[in-house]
């Protein structure tokens, strides 16, 4: 294993696999009014959104945060998610006799502000008509890529479906990993229409969104249904999607979320190029540590290495947790190359 500099460009072995975590669209965006929030400081920003309901609703999230902590700097997002989830599966069995709290109108204000936050800081909501903000780093990158290669992310927003310039590789018809339902809708078709697209081909990589998408609806068949208006933000309503909350009971045995986590292992287990861009693989994600547990032991045992890990990450601790973490994977000659910020690596892949 060997750490390395590259001179020029990213040089990517084929085939390869990225993984998108939170700080990914966080720097992405970075120099937006409100960025993309990561876990520490979602209800930081959270406080600051106006318009179309959302302050009136932060706020009283934010109460319930203060009452429940009496604080709200320092709480994190996944924090006070599993409180809230476990005292309301706690309150449906072993109920108090006094006085009990409406846990689950608060996990639900939650996930609505969760939907809210993420769509008012990846769009611009100014215009009668939502328009999504770009990433250049995140497009630079998309069109390093090969067929067969995968595109793997933990986020609930649509960054990486409105970075891809054109429909050459992955198009939302049949780029998911599975048969999608409503793409008639008004978001396919302009995503179509954006890239001069009339009749789509096969995509040729997948875009596996392991924790659900801001996009989606479940179908009646566990299958999953492309939102109309995944932007929608309206005073007192209430949208429908398809995520898996930060929570603790990650039900990725069923489907349609089974098929996506299969496939990821898959693909992990036989990329040459591993990327993982703003994902600090915390403590209590241990369905992701398991995946990648499993996937290193088999590499490993096989003698199927990898051949590079590209590291993205504004701390030095995270990516020694993953050195640390795919040191078996990587064998003796495996290259690791770092990069400390989204910034960084859009200067490398522009040549500057």
Known sequence: MNEKKLPFGLGLDYPAAIIFGAGASRGGLEDSRFPPPVDRDFFEIASQLEGRGTRELAKSVLSSVWELYVRIAGISLEEYYRDVETRSSIGKFAKTANQPKNWKRRQDELEELIRRVYIHTAVDLKEDHPTPLKSEAHQLLLKQLKPN?????????????????????????????????????????RWLRDRGVTKPTESRIHLLKLHGSLGWTLYANKSIRLKARPYSVRKGMVEPISVLPP??????????????????????????SLMILGYSLPETDLLARALFAEVIRLRHDRKEYLRQLFLVDPSDEVKTRFVNLFNPALGPFGKIFKFGSMLELKGKLQGS
């Not at 986020?155 to 599975?178: C, K, M, Q, R, T």
């Open 247 to 272: 929570g603790w009971n990650k039900r990725i045995d069923r489907n349609p979320y089974k098929k996506f986590w299969r496939e990821a292992r898959l693909k992990l287990e036989k990329c040459k």
């Open 149 to 189: 290669c995968t595109v793997i992310t933990f986020n609930y927003d649509l960054l990486i479906e409105e970075s891809f310039e054109s429909a050459d590789l992955w198009n939302p018809v049949d780029g998911y990993g599975l048969h999608v339902f409503g793409k008639s809708n008004d978001w396919c078709r």
